[in-house]
């Protein structure tokens, strides 16, 4: 499935729903205007993502990690190094594929 963007407010029950119907992906965290010094990339469903109104200040960009990278590079009109993993969404103890 294609990555989704949502960078306004008023997208704030879009981007709600969007995470309700599709519980394993990733959301993107970045500025408003999308930086490549701040990339952070959260689980859906974790508490992180729980706060109200995030988009009054973030923007945030759902989907799968394979279509988030391919937004990134397609969309936001930069080169990115790498995409961080926040600390919370994945701690040493859970499950990551090896290599
Ligand atoms: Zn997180």
Known sequence: ????????????????????ENPGQFVLNTHKSPSPAYLILHRVGSSCLAKQNPLLSYSKLCGDRAGIEEYVGRSFGFNFRKIDECGNCFRKWSWQPSG
Do not use: C, V
Not at 1 to 20: G, V
């Open 1 to 20: 499935m294609q990555a989704r963007h949502f960078s306004d407010s008023s997208e704030e029950p879009l981007y709600r729903r969007r995470m309700d």
